[in-house]
Nanobody
Framework: QVEVATSGGGVVQPGGSLRLSCTLS????????LAWFHQAPGEDREGILC????????YYQDSVKGRFTISRDDTKTIVYLQMNSLKREDTGVYYC?????????????WGRGTQVTVSS
């Protein structure tokens, strides 16, 4: 059974850094891509970036380029979202989701969100 679990949220000051983790169960990145989504308060959920089975990164949002990066561990079962130079507008709930085959593939499984608050 395909499952994803998100962790690592918290409170951070503007300009700070935070790393989120997404742990995959029942599958690996061999067949799926893994995408991160952000839902700001009162806004719709939006994709921000994704890593494919071939380790290619797709950015869905230009606003995170140069600040956020995505990576995986050697087992291809943990995906990290490294967030640097955080801004107040990065506040919100972050979700990871498994996408079938590519970063444009069908969304197959959502993890529970983790709250990130950027505040002084």
């Amino acid at each position: 059974q395909v499952e994803v679990a998100t962790s690592g949220g918290g409170v951070v000051q503007p300009g700070g850094s935070l790393r989120l983790s997404c742990t995959l169960s029942g599958f690996t990145l061999d067949d799926y891509a893994l995408a991160w989504f952000h839902q700001a308060p009162g806004e719709d959920r939006e994709g921000i970036l994704c890593i494919s089975s071939s380790d290619e990164t797709t950015y869905y949002q230009d606003s995170v380029k140069g600040r956020f990066t995505i990576s995986r561990d050697d087992t291809k079962t943990i995906v990290y979202l490294q967030m640097n130079s955080l801004k107040r507008e990065d506040t919100g709930v972050y979700y990871c989701a498994a996408r079938w085959n590519s970063c444009r593939g069908d969304l197959r499984r959502w993890g529970r969100g983790t709250q990130v608050t950027v505040s002084s």
